[in-house]
Every structure is written in C-alpha cells, then in structure tokens.
C-alpha cells in the first residue's frame, strides 16, 4: 500500500495536468453539472474531456472496485482525492443517481452479472438512472405502493403509476419499486426492478411546481415487459433493498442544510438594507431574526461536524441523519424567508432580467419542499423519537 | 479538532458526577433552602472540591492548581448542572481564577492564586447595576484618593457576595466616549465598542469599611447580594491589570464564564430532559403509555435536537477559548451562551408540561431545575443580550 502523503502529490499532479481550467470555475446553476446519458449533450469539450479523464481512472466513483469501473481507493485516498479537488477547484466530474443511491445498493444487493453490467455504465456517465419510489397514495407511506409487477416466469408485466420521479424525462434506466405479492402484508410483498425507460408502455409528464418548472415527473407504466434478471435480490425482499437507498438520500439532502449562502445573511442584510448610525442594521426586529438564525446554522453545522467526529471514533449516533435531515430542511426554509424579508419587494419579482427570472422568489417556495421530500419532518421525528429515544409504538 | 471530549476530558466528567451524585444531590439542596442556611452551598462540599483539584482546574500548576482548561472547566460545571450542586465553583474557581491568572501582577498571583486552589479563598464579581446584564455600563466610580481609590456606588446579582473573601468590582475610573452619558437609564445607548474605556477592576476585600451587603435569596434558592459601596477606600494596588484597561480584561474573562456557565446550562437541560423521557416511558394514561402519544414523541425529539446542536456549538467555543491567546470578544461565545440559555428553558418546560400536575408540586424535584435555569440563563447575559452581541460582532 503506497504512501498517502506520495498519493497526495501524485494525485494533485494528475488534477493540475488533466483538470480543464473550464472545469475548475464553479457550477453556476442546474445547466452547468454533468448527469450522463445516453440524451446528455456536453456543454462543452472541456466538460466532455473531464469526465472521460475521470471515468478511465474510475474517479467518478473513487471507493468502487476496480472491477466494476471504480477508482478501488481506500477512504482515505479518496478523502485526499476529494482535498485535492477541492484545492484547485476541480468540479465533480459526474452527478448521477447511479452513483449516490442506485450503485451502493448493487453493490450489496446486486448479483455479479448485474454489477458487471450496470456498474461500469454508471461509472463511465453512460446510463442515466432515475427513481421509481413514490405514487399519488403512497408518499410517506411509501409501503403501500401498489404499481403491480405480474411474475410471468420469464419477465414480468409491469401496470402503474410514480410520481416525483426526478428527471425521469432525461434518464436512461430506472430503479423501481413493485408490488410483487398483493396477498402479503405490505411490506413484505415488493420487489426492486431495473428497467430501461424505452421499453413500450413507458410515459413521463414533467410537475410544474408553485416555484415553476422542476426536474420532477410522472412516470406512466402500461403493460411494460421486464426480463427476470432485472430483479434486483430476492422476490418480495425489495423493501430491504429500498429502506438501504433511503439512508443514502437522506444524507444527500441532509447536506442541503449545511450548503451556506455566499455571504453570511446578517452582512448580506446590513449591505442591502443599510444601517443604523451605531452600525446596527436598519429593520431591528429583522435583525434580531438573523442573529437567531446564524446562531442556529452555526450550531447545526458543528452538530454536523461532531457526529462524523463521533463516527470515526466509532461512536457514531444511528439513526442521527434524521436529526441532521429533519432541523436542515426547517434551517434551509428559515433561510429563504429571510432572505424574501431582506430583499422586500425586490425580491418579488418574477420574470425580470434583474430578478434574474425571479430567482430568489422561486428559491424561497422551492425549499417549502425540503421538509417534505427524502421523508417529511414529521416522520424524521417520528425515526428519531423511536429510533434515538426508544419511545414506543410501531 | 474533533468536536468530542477527550478521553481525560470523559472521565473528569464522570468522576465530577459521580461525586456530586453521592455528595450532593437535590435533597441536599431543598435540605438547605429549608434551612434558611446562611451561606447557602456546603463549605464541606467546596473543600472536598479543592482537594480533588476541581477548584483549582483554571489556577496554572505553578500556584497549586491543575493549570486545565475552559472545556475541562465545562465538564465540571456540566455535572454541577445537572445535578444542582449549589457552589462557588463559577464566581471563583472560574471568573476569579481566569482573572487572576491571566491579569494579575505577580504579588495578586502569589496572594490569592494557591489560596483559591486549596479552597481556602472565595471571589465574586460585583459587575451589573441593573436588572439587565450591561457590563461596560457603569455608574459606580473608583476616584483617585489618599494614594489609592475611593470606590462609590451600587451592584446587584454578585453572585457569593457574602461569603467572597475578595470581590472583583468593576467601576469607572475614566469617561467612556466624551458626551455619553452615564446615566444607566439612557436606554438609547447600547453597550458599544467605545464603553469599554475608561474601567478599572479593584480587588475589595469583603471586610473593607463601607461595603455594605444584602444577601438575596433567588428563585432557584441559591444566594447572590446587593452591595452598596460608600467611600469604600483602597490601596493602589488593589487595581486588577492597567487602570482605565479593565473593559478587555472584563470582555475575556466574561467569555471564559460565560462559556463554562453554558456548560451548566446544558447539564440542566439534560438531565430535565433525561427525566422526562423517563417518565413518557413509564407512566399510563388512557391505557397507555403516554409516550405512545405522536405528539408527545414529536416534541420530545425536537428537544433532542435542539440539544444536540446545543451541546456541539458549547464544546465547539470553549475548544476555540482553549485554542486562542486572550484576544477580544469572541462571537461563538454568544452563540453559545444564548442557544445553551434557550434550550434549557425549552428543556425545563417542557419538563414541568410533560410531567403534568406532579411536575408542579415542590416535593417533585423537576421544578428545581426550571428554577436554576432562569438565574442561570439571566446571569452574564440572556439570550437576547448574546444574540445582540453575536450581530454586533458580526457587523449588522
């Protein structure tokens, strides 16, 4: 096993050599981020050449095995990776569902020649996945899904309906969950399926939201022919497999808290609203709001910090990234009002060229959803008061 | 740093509360607010501390202390917090000591220092004036007289004023910014910048004619005074650090208690906290137990929370405290101080709401600590005094 400190040098060498300039500014919005696919056009060859770069090295899933596409480092060559990305301001290469939540749950749950065939095309940013979790009547209650999957020996026969499926208009594949069994109890009869979106039978409808227009769609499934090993685990053991993803999405949204504002917000105010002559901002009870507010958010982030701290002592909090979930989403939406608060009436605009488009607007009803999506506060809450506390109930 | 106790910093804590569970538990404290006791914590209590080197966590080795720091003086008042141990430990073994150690001249540190570790010697800080902590707005003067200072005016909340062998007192011996006037009730003038000129600390030995003192009994059955000073006279040598610089002495060595005090102000909140999950988990109403009920479990793991983030952003400043050379006012302090002080008022009321009658009666001891979190919350600053500091640190 090499020296880490050689690996830093060597690694930092590689990313000054082979990282496009292009690709060391800072993602701008939505547009500027790499998903993959077989539908994604490059904005640029930079962009392009970045995550062929990456990809040959499989560092676009550092701690993957080699075998399956991956850059097979160690945690910690690939926290130094990461340092080193960050030092020179290299952009992440590729964002996938496949790699946040579809690949771990292969990796553990997936037989051989499923990893052998998936793996490597998430890897590589060919395939792109979406999620098949939600429907209209199973949203919290994600169990009693009923989208049906009828076992025809060597396929299945796949009637129903998700909704919130983000992106499936732009994805390749998707991991999705069916209802396999109708006469057990509900948990116990779902099954986890990988299929390709051009089947026949599969539709998507984007969802406009009260924010305007969203990755979100509806996903249609209309007599959709699946092969037998596309079944991911055991028949009727997929909820297994969904609760393992769910953990992962949990953190990917937990960081939604933690991701600050370019400016702390109490300066931010003071420069947009102006002072007082003793320096104090000029909406006193508004400032008191923010003083609050940045207290709590330092406070959560060094919650944050700690419970890692813990974990790499091996005490680590189960069931913590409820908490971190749970007081995020209410941080982030706290957040934005204040924002609208600070910006009054400019702030309400929503088209203009100098809003640009109603940016901070559309943010501020987007983050109403924080608290909803990835599992609502109030089943946090509920994880939390069992889980942690151990108080009684199902 | 990791924001986790090291294993030291672990068993301090635990040994502090085993020993304060054994020796002092809450019918302790109802045994001596019945009593009417005069002094109002166990001097027996405060020795054993000394000779376990508790007092004397903050003194350096050289004067007989254990030359620790802010986040082992935490763990201590921790235990104290939850356990109620009624004690000196903040007035002297922390503000005292931090005072003395870092400003004192060398005949104050040989004097005083090994005394306050061998439990032999108490302070108290004689600071606020009014109902509102305000520490650089001050009416009490020190003027110069017969070679030393002549201290006129009046203090409150000087928490172990009656039994402090030495009280720190903060008075004016310069003007603040030329035109403001001191006037306590010019409510327009917040504590800015500039009113830290113009202050003198003086060490006043309690027995020094013209102190005259009023022991007060609080709400939480701990003991603090009002004390008027008349023509109180001292040498020139009582002065703590430079004359006129006493403002950023204050400004440190109040981060430092008031750092620790959010120690106890967690103690406090966990262990309502502990309680209370005890009791959703044990008592029966409408065939069940009550911690069945959503709501109930809602709120409780909210609290949880809240004491979670509180518990991380209190170690997080006395690790920075502990980290730094006494350097101006440090923001992560008032975060701390005010977010300790709202979570343990939400802790406690939720303690008394959740306990329902019986959390309301005194022979139930959940009252105790709802009582002990006002003056704690109150005293160096609540959270509105620290969220207003935490801005003007912060440039709005």
Known sequence: MEDLETFRQQTHAWLQDNCPPEMRQPVQDDEDICWGGRKFRFRSEAQRQWLERMAERGWTVPEWPREYGGGGLSREQAKILREEMQRLGCRVPLQSFGISMLGPALLKYGSEAQKREHLPKIARGEIRWCQGYSEPNAGSDLAALQTRAEDRGGHFVVNGQKI??????????????????????????????????????????????????????????????????????????????????????????????????????????????????????????????????????????????????????????????????????????????????????????????????????????????????????????????????????? | MAIVLNDTQDMLRDSALTFLRENAPISALRAMRDSGDPVGFSRELWQRFADLGLAGVLVPEAYGGSGLGVVEAGVIMEAIGRTLAPSPFLSTAVIGASLLTHYGSDAQRDALLPAIASGRHLTALALDEAGKHRPFRLATRATPHAGGYRIDGTKQLVVDGHVADTLIVAARTGDARAGQATNAANAVNAAGADDTQGITLLLVPRATPGVRIERVVLADATQATRIVFEGVQVPADAVLGAVDGGGALLERALDIGRAVLSSELLGIADEAFARTLAYLKERRQFGKIIGEFQALQHRAAHLFTELELTRAIVLRCQQRLDESAPDGPEPLVSAAKARAGETATLAVQEGVQMHGGIGMTDEFEIGFFMKRARTAQEWLGDANFHADRWARLRGY
């Open chain 1, 164 to 394: 919130w499926t983000s992106y499936a208009n732009r994805a390749d594949w998707i991991f999705c969950l069916v209802r396999t069994d109708f006469s057990a109890q509900k948990h116990t009869g779902i099954s986890f399926l990988l299929f390709d979106m051009e089947t026949p039978g599969v539709t998507t409808r984007p969802i406009v939201l009260i924010s305007g227009k969203s990755p979100f769609c509806e996903t249609f499934f209309d007599d959709v022919v699946v092969p037998r090993d596309q079944l991911v685990g055991e028949l009727n053991g997929g909820w297994e497999i969904a609760k393992y993803l769910l953990t992962h999405e949990r953190d990917m949204i937990s960081a939604i808290g933690s991701r600050g504002f370019r400016q702390p917000l109490g300066r931010h105010a003071a420069k947009a609203i102006g002072t007082d002559a003793a320096g104090r901002l000029d909406e006193p009870m508004l400032r008191a709001q923010l003083a609050r507010f940045e207290i709590d958010e330092a406070a959560f982030g060094f919650a944050g910090e700690r419970v890692r701290d813990l974990a790499k002592q091996g005490e680590g909090i189960a069931a913590f990234s409820s908490v971190l979930k749970y007081y995020g989403a209410e941080l982030n939406k706290r957040r934005y009002e204040l924002l609208m608060s600070i910006g009054g009436s400019d702030a309400l605009e929503w088209e203009s060229e100098r809003s640009h488009q109603g940016a901070t607007a559309r943010a501020w009803l987007r983050t109403k959803a924080n608290s909803i999506e990835g599992g609502t506060s109030e089943v946090q809450l509920n994880i939390v008061a069992k889980r942690i506390l151990g108080l009684p109930g199902a």
